[in-house]
């Protein structure tokens, strides 16, 4: 090896010696910069809500204008009162630029906001962000947070979504999801609290608070359920957060979502080896598999329930749960053992001195035994349930046990005791102005005195379900009572009035889809023009009503075709 090959050799070591002293130095560098950049640990705790009532504020997108001041630059004054939004997020330097010329407090407070996935207000920020509205306001100076016009709704800007959650250490950004998951279980407790007292601050205690109190904050609830199922150490805080929000009602979720949340409260309580919370999250979900349609899962549920109740030797819950399984066993066609679990609550609650549920498994036993067709043994039932709720001075159950009452002795073709019996139904449900109620007495009235031929007063009580159903903009009931009302005038001789019903009533119901009424429409008006000797008519309608007969499945479809045909044979 000659001496110009041994020169080179060296030469090229001592670069490669220099490119990784560069690489140390430039490691070395961005360590240090994450450090400056990284926040303090902060406490988990989250302070607890205090429930405001408060119209919802829609955030309008945050409109695109020049980008704030680098720290080399002097920073314009900001226009009032519409924040200077954030630099584009595509611009990463200028980002990272941006952000240190913020104070720590600042730019740590920045970091833990990008947790939150939706718009906030102001308490929600400082919550998660633990710090002040000192921080908050210098971040909506500064472009990072923008707001609406009324100042109410707060959210970060794309870039600082995108710039910005890299600069935030996990064991921070574990932190900052804790305090967000925790501010909204709090959120959700305080609205249960307080919906019970207004209910308790009520007049008798009857007043309905309002269902849905955070529907806006679905999107922060969402993501606090999100992450607390992701880990067995955070169970007991998933239980609570679904303890208060899905069955609390602090926000209105759809049956397949509430089966999902029961869920994952019931998985929760199994990783806690709480068997009461187990219990009841049993029980919950059974619920959200009936809302859902799912009988037979909502019958494993409430029958698993039942189980555990008995090992814990809690005979109330057992009881409650037996009557959900015989629910469940009633809607899945199945009355005989529907009655069986009815029975055993009836015996259960009679032991514990539980009059409430002693009525409901009264009239559970009634409706049962009536689906097999023993209205007489329906009607005992019935009466006891009645008799239960007169003592306890219960009225609105009363008109329950009218209701069924007067339903059971239609059945048995007893129309002028129904008639009387659904009387009793209205003024109790007009003295509520329950007009939902007063609906249902009006049509149960009124076919009773149809019956019977007290033709005036049933035509006084389709006519205003009619009115009441146009309150209440249910179309299904306005287009019955109205095709009822065609049934009254035609049974006494007026027939162009009754054709003007049922062609309101056939007007109605393609309006909202009812088939069924849409079928009695054009049938009984088919009807009408035929007695006028309009055979050519009568059959157009008739055949219009045969497809959607068939559509539905009614077994009244023959017996219109046999009508059709012999209209047909003798019109020729």
Known sequence: MDALTLILIAVGALAVGALVVLAFLEVKRNATARRATASPRASVAAPKSVVEKQAPVPVPAAKSSPAPATADEPKPAPPSPKPT????????????????????????????????????????????????????????????????????RLDLTAAARGGTSSLLPLDEARMARMRY????????????????????QAPGGVKAPPVVVFQEERPHFEAAFTFLNSGSDLAARLYRLIDAVAWGHAIQLEPADCVRWAEA??????????????RDALGHLGGAHTDAGAHAEALACYEEAVTTSRELGDRHNEGRFVGNAGLARHRMGQPEKAVEA?????????????????????????????????????????EQFLEMTVEDGDQRASAMALANLGKSHATLGNHAKAAELHERELQIMQGFRDLHGESHALGALGDACLETGSLDRAIQCFTRQVDVAHLLKDGATGARAMGNLGLCHLKADRASKALECFEEQLKVARKVADREAEAKALWNAARVVHSRGQIADAVTRASAAIPILDEIKSPQAGALRAEISEWRSHGG
């Open 181 to 200: 998951a925790e501010y909204f279980i709090n959120l959700g407790e305080a609205a249960i609290e307080t919906r019970a007292n207004e209910s308790m």
């Open 342 to 382: 009815y029975e055993t609550v009836l015996t259960i609650m009679r032991e514990l001195g539980d009059r409430p549920r002693e009525g409901i498994a009264l009239a559970s036993l009634g409706q049962a035994v009536g689906d097999i067709g023993d209205h007489a043994r329906a009607i005992e039932y019935f």
């Open 265 to 278: 409260a019931l998985t929760a309580a199994r990783i806690m080896k709480d068997r009461v919370a187990e």
């Open 85 to 152: 939004p954030a630099p584009a997020a595509d611009a990463a330097p200028v980002t990272r630029r941006v952000v240190a010329s913020l104070s720590t407090p600042q730019r740590n407070a920045l970091a833990r906001l990008t947790v939150m996935t939706a718009s906030f207000d102001r308490e929600i920020a400082k919550a998660v962000a633990d710090c002040g509205d000192d921080e908050i306001e210098a971040l909506i100076q500064a472009g990072w947070v923008v707001t609406d016009e009324a100042g109410a």
